[in-house]
């Protein structure tokens, strides 16, 4: 029995090897088969990913592109804007240098025109000082003329007989002349305006006569017809007579404070240069008395005799 069991043994000892290879052959194809799928489908999965990323880079470049041209037609266009906008500004530049150029020329008209316009104005200034000079001299020639006509006639009346002597309301008669004793508040020149609203002047002084006779009648600070307005130190009456008698105050006069061009008449009869805009409250104005009728020749006249 134990001959057959192994002769048994011996018959059937292959049979599980084969089997065994053959699973493991099997297991090998499916392992390899397994294998394969898994190779298909990463290289599917890669060729997937692939075209994927291939289409997202398609699109990026086609999107980077358009993105360039966009740019680029924004960089075309800018850079054309600051070409225009430099062109611009030089035109505006040139403009502006324009202008200034212009102003310039206008600052240079208008300095001409100023200084030609301050010419015209100091020509017409000094044709009106011209013209009031000539008009003053004229008036005081005529003024001159007609005083020395109405001396002169006042002469020939007295000359024929005539009394001279007649002064209107509210005047004094002294050798041929009225006297008016103004008063009230006024400037020198405002009292030469009164005496010449009264048809007279401010008074001419020309002998101690003449002075002493106004002493009797001033008793304060008084305007009279004397001053230096024309050149300092040189006066002259109001007649237009240099002054021939004098009664000047004691160190006058002395143009104190470079500004005394006018004269008054003290309370003790003094002259004294003054401010022509101080005020007093007395001047005295003078016109020629007016002639009456020649007297009359009474019986107990002597006759004249002749000698041989």
């Not at 000094?126 to 109405?150: I, W, Y």
């Not at 006569?209 to 050149?231: C, P, T, Y």
């Not at 104005?285 to 002639?291: G, K, M, N, P």
């Not at 009359?296 to 002597?302: G, V």
Request: aromatic share 8%; charged share 25%.
């Amino acid at each position: 029995m134990a001959i057959e069991e192994n002769q048994y043994s011996d018959v059937f000892e292959p049979e599980p090897s084969r089997k065994r290879c053959c699973r493991l052959g099997t297991q090998f194809a499916l392992f390899v088969l397994l294998t394969a799928a898994l190779w298909a489908g990463l290289m599917t999965l890669l060729l997937l990913w692939h075209w994927d990323t291939v289409r997202n880079l398609k699109q990026v470049e086609d999107t980077a592109a358009q993105n360039v041209s966009l740019v680029s037609k924004d960089l075309q266009k800018y850079q054309s804007d600051q070409m225009a906008q430099k062109l611009q500004a030089v035109h505006l530049e040139q403009n502006v240098q324009a202008l200034q150029a212009e102003q310039k020329q206008m600052k240079s008209q208008d300095s001409h025109l100023v200084r030609n316009l301050q010419r015209m104005q100091e020509d017409l200034t000094q044709a009106k000082s011209l013209s009031l000079n000539e008009r003053r001299t004229v008036s005081d020639l005529l003024e001159k003329l007609q005083e020395e006509v109405a001396k002169l006639w006042v002469e020939i009346r007295m000359a024929n007989g005539s009394t001279c002597n007649t002064c209107p309301e509210g005047w004094l008669n002294f050798q041929q002349k009225c006297y008016y004793f103004g008063e009230g508040t006024k400037r020198w020149l405002q009292a030469r305006f009164a005496c010449s609203d009264l048809e007279g002047r401010l008074v001419s002084i020309h002998s101690q006569e003449e002075q002493d006779f106004l002493n009797k009648h001033v008793s304060k600070d008084a305007w009279i017809g004397l001053q230096d307005l024309d050149v300092e130190g040189e006066f002259i009456w109001m007649d237009g007579s240099p002054v021939s008698y004098s009664n000047w105050l004691q160190g006058e006069p002395n143009n104190a404070g470079s500004d005394e061009d006018c004269v008054m008449m003290r309370g003790s009869g003094h002259w004294n240069d003054a401010f022509c805009r101080s005020q007093l409250d007395t001047w005295v104005c003078e016109r020629l008395a007016t002639c009456g009728p020649p007297a009359l020749p009474t019986s107990e006249a002597p006759t004249p005799r002749h000698t041989l």
